[in-house]
């Protein structure tokens, strides 16, 4: 209960004074902790299949292939250090290659150089598609129309023999063909998110944030951006998994990655004459590729899963 000033000097007249608390009669009550995000997540990990657990061992193990490549390889990627074709022995494990150069090494590098453009280049087109799906589902009208027609262009050209065709005309460095398979992979990335962001700008929300006058970036970030996160973050581990795929793919056709770096798609078609002689070494970088995409597909399933409130 509050007291005013005229009731205070009333009080004081009549000899009556006011309680005074010492610090050390408050007894305080300790606050119930919260379960931290850490926590939920651990409890998730714990509920998740076997399928998932073997995901995130293969993306780990991936991941600290690429991190730690110059202090795990034995030699450097360019390196010669044997002959041509050496077999498998306990100095070269996976023998060595065309040149001389030791497989086991460049599969290592292989990791850190095909994994690293994929994830920038994923990164690329999600900034790219993600921008332009949200700024067409909120402004509308021609923007989203004229955007949507231009998708629409991009994605009726096969994206392979487009990527090749741009490649061989501007050159096959590593920024060139990080943009292009950004920018053509970007117009997945459009449709859906314009698609779920739909949903979303329609709510009260939304409208009731622009009736504040608050501005189209403050909209699409703290508004439209956390409700439509669960399939984005689904969708950048299937858009991974193709890029990566094509980076391999124009890799072995000799227009992505190119020598002396190493990248698991031109390992595939330097050691390919191999096979001819019953030599499975070619099969190797072409396995990392499998295995990592099999690892990424059941993480984003387990993901989707658990996300869609689905239950088992």
């Known amino acids: 209960m509050s007291i005013n000033a005229d009731e205070f000097e009333m009080l004081a007249r009549e000899g009556v004074t006011t309680p005074t608390v010492e610090p050390s009669d408050v007894v305080t009550q300790p606050l119930p902790m919260r379960r931290g995000s850490v926590d939920a997540a651990w409890r998730a990990l714990k509920a998740a299949p076997l399928t998932a657990w073997f995901g995130l061992f293969v993306i780990a193990f991936y991941a600290a292939l690429a991190i730690f490549a110059p202090l795990i390889a034995p030699h450097a990627q360019s390196a010669v250090v044997g002959n041509q074709y050496e077999p498998w022995s306990a100095e ?37 598609g993600g921008v332009l799906g949200l700024l067409a589902s909120i402004i509308g009208g021609w923007t989203d129309q004229l955007l949507g027609r231009a998708v629409d262009i991009l ?12 490649l061989s005309i ?16 970007s ?5 859906l998110t314009r698609a779920v962001a739909m949903n979303v700008v329609v709510l009260d929300f939304v409208e009731a944030a622009r009736l504040q006058g608050e501005k189209l970036g403050w909209i699409m970030a703290r508004e439209i951006l956390p409700n439509i996160l669960p399939p984005l973050v689904a969708e950048f581990g299937l858009r991974f998994c193709f890029v990566f795929l094509t980076i391999s793919a124009l890799s072995f056709l000799g227009l992505g990655i190119q020598p002396p770096t190493a990248d698991w798609g031109s390992m595939v078609r330097e050691n390919a004459t191999l096979i001819a002689y019953g030599d499975v070494t070619p099969l190797l970088p072409a396995g990392c590729i499998a295995l990592l995409t099999v690892g990424v597909n059941f993480v984003v399933d387990w993901f989707l899963h658990k996300t869609s409130g689905l239950k088992e």
Do not use: E, K
């Open 92 to 128: 070269f494990p996976f023998g060595t290659d065309q040149l001389g150069r030791d497989m086991l090494s460049r599969l290592i590098y292989g990791a850190r150089n095909t994994i690293g453009i994929a994830v920038m280049t994923t990164l690329l087109s999600f900034c790219i």
């Open 155 to 166: 994605m009726a050209i096969p994206q392979l023999i487009f990527a090749l065709m741009l």
């Open 170 to 185: 501007v050159g096959s460095s590593i920024p060139n063909l990080i943009l292009i398979i950004a920018v053509l992979d």
């Open 187 to 191: 117009t997945r990335v459009f449709r």
